[in-house]
């Protein structure tokens, strides 16, 4: 554990790193924020920027003191915001030689399967070009439907996207703190193994919606998928001096998360993280042991109960005997067709549907553990 920060910096070529809006309230301070990023491109790393503020400068420019909680004031602000954030960006990156592009992306265009590559493409094709793509939600056009619900959970989701080795996540507290028992906050934890209930469970009262969305709950959701995918995760304090420098040597700063799992291929994470689940199946103690323990595709013969309507490469959730969801993945036939199918054996699977169809309910290839 000594080195591990040192050795993930090593290791890494790919960055993303998000800030929040109460690390965004002046131009020095978005200044030292482009400076830090400058650095870590200068070790040949790319680098992607998740950056909140566009509200907080809409009610900047407004001389508003406190976040509305009308939709349409808020995403009005957005539209204020965005135009002087990004000029802002855009100034202070040219004095270190680079230029920016910007994404706004609500979970939409990740849901669907080919936006979601398109935006991966589009990613890859800015960094192909050395060019710090700065993402944010698109707040200007998000229904609760839409949201990805803040932009720590952003940052996760294009961690996994870009299948990036480490996210940084810059906040206004020194990382994840320990709780006294008297309730207040306690002291630094340097490393996280595990986001568990009792990890979970310090991160209450850390919320201030006045200004910005979010709190540590937040940073341990984004903790959550990056680290279930196979990378790391380093929340650190946003407002210390040089602290992107610090990072990238390795310095014990913050609190890093470490991998909770193998590293997750490409469809798999947009599986567990990104398709919208249609439906679901109850499986046997034997259907689970196939797939959790031995790597096994799903068949019809393991599955006892199907749920919800859905078509033919739909996701669908897997669930043991227990009703708790265990894995989902994309099937292979509808509804209708797992209803005839289930329980049943290969001969008689081709008895009921033909010869010419897939043995498999869900190919290992498109499943995915939860």
């Given amino acids: 554990m000594k080195n591990i920060r040192k050795q993930v910096l090593t290791e890494c070529r790919q960055i993303i790193v998000k800030a929040g809006t109460r690390l965004l309230t002046s131009r020095e301070s978005i200044a030292e924020l482009v400076s830090g990023l400058a650095g870590l491109r200068a070790d040949g790393r790319r680098v992607l920027l998740v950056s909140s503020g566009a509200v907080g400068m809409g009610m900047k420019a407004l001389k508003l003191t406190r976040r509305p909680k009308e939709l349409a004031k808020v995403q009005a602000l957005a539209s204020i915001g965005q135009s002087h954030l990004m000029s802002i960006y855009e100034e202070e990156s040219r004095k270190h030689g680079f230029q920016v592009a910007q994404l706004l992306l609500t979970s939409a265009d990740l849901s669907n399967r080919e936006r979601y590559l398109n935006v991966m493409n589009c990613i890859n094709a800015l960094w192909e070009n050395d060019i710090l793509p700065i993402v944010n939600e698109n707040d200007a056009v998000s229904v609760d439907e839409l949201k990805f619900g803040d932009n720590d959970t952003l940052a996760g989701l294009l961690a996994s996207l870009t299948g990036s080795k480490l ?204």
């Fill in 167 to 370: 996210t940084v996540i810059l906040t206004t507290e020194e990382g994840l703190r320990s709780r006294n028992a008297d309730g207040t906050l306690g002291e630094r934890i340097s490393i996280v193994e595990e986001v568990d209930d009792t990890i979970r469970g310090m991160a209450g009262g850390t919320d201030n919606s006045e200004f910005s969305i979010g709190g540590m709950s937040s940073k341990l959701r984004a903790a959550e998928i990056v680290t279930s995918a196979g990378e790391y995760l380093w929340i650190a304090d946003g407002r210390v001096p040089g602290i992107l420098e610090a990072i990238s040597k390795g310095e014990d700063v913050g609190s890093l998360f470490l991998p909770r799992s193998h590293r997750l291929t490409g469809k798999k994470r947009w599986i567990t993280f990104f398709s919208k689940v249609s439906g679901a199946l109850l499986v046997d103690a034997g259907a689970v042991k196939a797939v959790r323990e031995q790597g096994k595709s799903l068949l019809p013969s393991g599955v006892r109960f199907v749920s919800g309507e859905f078509h033919r490469g739909d996701t669908v959730e897997i669930s043991g005997p227990d009703g708790v969801p265990f894995a989902r993945g994309l099937v292979n036939f509808s509804a209708a067709e797992c209803l005839k199918l289930c329980g049943h054996n290969s001969d008689e699977l081709h008895a009921a549907l033909g010869s010419n169809i897939d043995e498999e309910l869900i190919h290992r290839d498109n499943l995915a553990l939860l």
